[in-house]
């Protein structure tokens, strides 16, 4: 890929040629037209000819790909900065590997006042099991150490750092010698990110955000809240953004509000929503989503955290006041519960208002067809991680283990969500996994229940238009003339059109179709290299030697 030498300015015309530009104005186009930050003309390479003497730059693509650029629509920004530059345990293969991980951090680190690890998870551990409090006292060298599980719902602690949470001992969800869960983990969460200096912080989210640049992400949306992070934290990142070049953050504060004065807190917060992860219920792979049915692997059916009735109180304040309302619900009981009190604010309120509000629901694992059907009557927003089923899906995986065969089959059911005509939003919950978007896509074509499979372009439109619509815009994540140019240039081979249903894609791929193509995403194959990151017209990432 080739460019001028034409000065940065906010507010040049710029045009890309000679590659396949991604747009439903034009299934063929090569070529694209940016304008003060929006796309102005989209078309054939002939036709580009006609603009090339009158814009401050081109941009020969040399047959790269050019999309919309993808929006993660579930982040924990300071906590992905924080795996990102920290210790990160995702690739133990066991559990004196990751402990000796912790010994080799600790040493390296002699002047951080709290030590934050994350990612292991004991279910791909050969011992099936964490590490106990002494052991990890001893790889710690005495030292506080904070580390989450990888849904980020439970964490070892040491007990140096347990000393630093007068009373911890005394809280739910305290265990002496096993994961904390719920308050107590909370309390020890806000103890370790509140060791951190506004610098550290600081320093975490900018390696999150360029990072998330460097993948072809042009938004993400922040999930924070009162018992995931602080409100510095969350005003901080929000500035930063702002600031500087580099992907939109929309944020979620996830606090409830009962009324007008609530809302108006959540707005000069800078939120957008009280929403994302407000918890209803806890996670999977800690075994605190909630059920209606025991675990297959315990003897309860999870935690609750709101009732319908409270979900309905906050849904009415939020609609009132004119802000999305959302929350975090993984098991059925849960969801359930979501849908109970979300239908009854929609009966004080009318149904149209609450649909208009575009109400969300994150992850929304476990559904049934009648809670599918619920979501689509009322408008909500399925935000969902595809990457999820990846890694613990299939007959083997911890949703199996946790629930049996049968009811890990039924988990995120993306193509009877599509069919009933509910909107997706595809996220990541960085650092849960990893930012990846094009991987996140080929989750969800690959699922690995097949039913559950949807087409590379319906998880593309989901992981690019989807999330802007989460947000209130039709008008984005997509490359037509007035759309933002947020957008993305690839180096990548072939495009296709994969879809589960051969027949599909057969026609899709007939010219006569007008189905525009995009990256072979078959497992396996190489995923497509991003060459450049561009927000609202201005570069925000350009690899390297390109």
Request: proline share 7%.
């Amino acid at each position: 890929m080739t460019e001028s030498t034409a000065p940065q300015s906010d507010h040049r015309t710029v045009l890309l040629r000679g590659g396949d530009v991604h747009s439903p104005a034009d299934p063929f186009a090569t070529a694209m037209v940016v304008e003060r930050g929006h796309v102005a003309w989209v078309g054939s390479e002939g036709a580009a000819d006609a603009f090339a003497s009158g814009v401050d730059e081109v941009i020969d693509l040399d047959g790269a790909l050019v999309t919309p650029a993808f929006t993660d629509a579930h982040v924990h920004t300071t906590s992905t900065g924080l795996a990102l530059t920290g210790l990160d345990l995702s690739g133990a293969r066991s559990l004196p590997d990751a402990l000796g991980l912790v010994r080799a951090y600790v040493s390296t680190h002699p002047g951080d006042r709290v030590l934050l690890g994350h990612g292991w998870d004991a279910t791909r551990w050969p011992e099936q099991r964490p590490p106990s409090r002494t052991e990890l006292d001893a790889a710690a060298g005495g030292r506080p150490v904070y580390l989450p599980r990888i849904d980020v719902h439970s964490a070892v602690v040491t007990t140096a750092l347990l000393d630093l949470v007068p009373g911890v001992t005394e809280l739910a969800g305290y265990h002496p010698d096993a994961p904390l869960t719920g308050p107590a983990h909370h309390a020890v969460r806000s103890a370790a990110h509140g060791a951190l200096s506004p610098r550290q912080r600081m320093e975490a989210q900018r390696a999150a955000l360029r990072h998330a640049a460097s993948l072809g992400i042009g938004t993400v949306h922040e999930c924070a809240g009162p018992d995931i992070s602080d409100e510095d934290d969350f005003t901080g990142l929000l500035a930063l953004a702002a600031e500087q070049p580099g992907p939109r953050v929309h944020g979620y504060w996830a606090e409830r509000i009962s009324d007008e004065k609530g809302a108006r807190r959540i707005r000069e917060l800078g939120a957008i929503g009280a929403a994302g992860d407000l918890f209803v219920d806890g996670s999977l792979g800690s075994h605190t989503a909630c059920l209606h049915e025991p675990y297959a692997d315990a003897p309860h059916t999870g935690t609750a955290h709101l009732d319908a009735a409270e979900i309905a109180a906050h849904v009415t304040a939020c609609t009132e006041a004119g802000l999305q309302a959302g929350f975090h619900a993984i098991g059925d009981a849960a969801v359930s519960a979501v849908v109970a009190g979300v239908r009854a604010a929609s009966e004080t309120l009318g149904l149209a208002r609450i649909r208009a509000a575009r109400h969300r629901v994150e992850h929304a694992e476990m559904l049934t067809p009648e809670t599918i059907a619920a979501f689509a009557e009322l408008g909500l927003t399925a935000s969902v991680q595809p990457a999820f089923d990846a890694a613990w899906g299939g007959e083997d995986g911890m949703y199996a283990q946790c629930l049996g065969v049968e009811r890990a089959r039924t988990l995120n059911p993306y193509a009877a969500l599509l069919r009933t005509g509910v909107p997706l939003a595809f996220g990541s919950d960085s650092p849960v996994t990893p930012l990846d978007p094009w991987g996140t896509v080929r989750a969800a074509a690959f699922h690995r229940t097949p039913e559950h499979r949807i087409s590379v372009r319906a998880g593309f439109t989901a992981h690019t238009r989807g999330g802007w619509r989460a947000v209130g815009r039709d008008d984005a994540g997509i490359l037509v003339p007035g759309a933002p140019a947020d957008y993305a240039i690839w180096r990548t081979d072939e495009l296709v059109v994969q879809a589960p249903d051969d027949r599909v894609a057969r026609w899709s791929t007939d010219p006569r179709s007008g189905t525009p193509g995009l990256p072979d995403l078959t497992p396996g194959a190489e995923l497509p290299v991003c060459l450049r990151t561009v927000v609202f017209g201005q570069s925000v990432y350009v690899r390297p030697n390109e």
